[in-house]
C-alpha cells in the first residue's frame, strides 16, 4: 500500500542553520511528489513539487528538496531557517497514473521550531 | 492570484446535527477533493469529485458523508448526523485539469463536535 514517513515528528534548529526534513515513501511505482507547509491557523500552501525531470527542485521559500529514487525519499532542505519557517511541514505523494483522482497520501507531518 | 476559499473557518455543532462544509473552488478548475485531518494525525482524503459524480471515496465516507456540486461555484461537505470523532479540520481542494498533478488548497474549516 501507498505510504508515507516522515520520521521527525518535531525538530529545533537556531535561527540561521541548515534545515533538513525528511520524508520517505513507499509506492509501487514513481510517484509525484509534494512539500506542503501549514502555519498556525493557516491552511495547506505548497512548497514544491517533483514530477520528472531534474531530482533536485527549487521551491518557494528558498526551499529545495531531492528525489532520491534509490532511497525513496524527497527530503526538504532550507540552507538557512528563518523565525518565519516555524510551521508544520508534510510531505504527500500522489499516484502518477490515476485517471481521473490523483488523491495525495500524507505523511505525519514535522512540526519546526526556530530559536532565535 | 485566484484562491480556493472555504466557510465557514470554524463550526461548532453537537452530535447528531447536520453540518454543511462549502467551499468555492479556483474557477476553471475540474476537479474537487475533500481532506480531514483529525488533531494531531496525518491528513487523510475523503472523497474526490469529477464531473458531477464522485470518483473515488475512502472507507472514511461512509453513508453520513455526502459531497454535492450544487452551481457552478460551490463544492460542499454535508455529513448527516455527527459524531464526537467528526471533529477535525476539513480541507477543500481542486485541480485544474486531467493532466495537471498540483492540488490546491483551501484554509480549512475546523469542525468541533460536542
Known amino acids: 500500500a501507498q505510504s508515507v514517513t516522515q520520521p521527525d515528528i518535531h525538530i529545533t534548529v537556531s535561527e540561521g542553520a541548515s534545515l533538513e526534513l525528511r520524508c520517505n515513501y513507499s509506492?509501487?511505482?514513481?510517484?509525484?511528489l509534494f512539500w506542503y507547509v501549514q502555519s498556525p491557523g493557516q491552511g495547506l500552501q505548497l512548497l514544491l513539487k517533483?514530477?520528472?525531470?531534474d531530482t533536485l527542485v527549487q521551491g518557494i521559500k528558498g526551499f529545495e528538496a531531492e528525489f532520491k529514487r534509490s532511497q525513496s525519499s524527497f527530503n526538504l532542505r532550507k540552507p538557512s531557517v528563518h523565525w518565519s519557517d516555524a510551521a508544520e511541514y508534510f510531505c504527500?505523494?500522489?499516484?502518477?497514473?490515476?485517471?481521473?483522482?490523483?488523491?495525495?497520501?500524507w505523511g505525519l507531518g514535522t512540526s519546526l521550531a526556530v530559536n532565535p | 492570484e485566484p484562491e480556493v476559499t472555504q466557510t465557514p473557518s470554524h463550526q461548532v455543532t453537537q452530535m447528531g446535527q447536520e453540518v454543511i462544509l462549502r467551499c468555492v473552488p479556483i474557477?476553471?478548475?475540474?476537479?474537487f477533493y475533500w481532506y480531514r485531518q483529525i488533531l494531531g494525525q496525518k491528513v487523510e482524503f475523503l472523497v474526490s469529485?469529477?464531473?458531477?459524480?464522485?470518483?473515488?471515496k475512502s472507507e472514511i465516507f461512509d453513508d453520513q458523508f455526502s459531497v454535492e456540486r450544487p452551481d457552478g461555484s460551490n463544492f460542499t461537505l454535508k455529513i448527516r448526523s455527527t459524531k464526537l470523532e467528526d471533529s477535525a479540520m476539513y480541507f477543500c481542494?481542486?485541480?485544474?485539469?486531467?493532466?495537471?498533478?498540483?492540488?490546491?488548497f483551501g484554509p480549512g474549516t475546523r469542525l468541533t463536535v460536542t
Open positions: 504527500a505523494v500522489g499516484a502518477r497514473y490515476a485517471g481521473n483522482n490523483r488523491k495525495l497520501i
Open positions: 509506492y509501487g511505482a514513481t510517484p509525484y
Open positions: 517533483y514530477f520528472s525531470g
Open positions: 474557477s476553471n478548475h475540474l476537479y
Open positions: 469529485f469529477y464531473n458531477n459524480e464522485i470518483s473515488e
Open positions: 481542494a481542486s485541480r485544474l485539469t486531467r493532466g495537471s498533478y498540483e492540488q490546491y
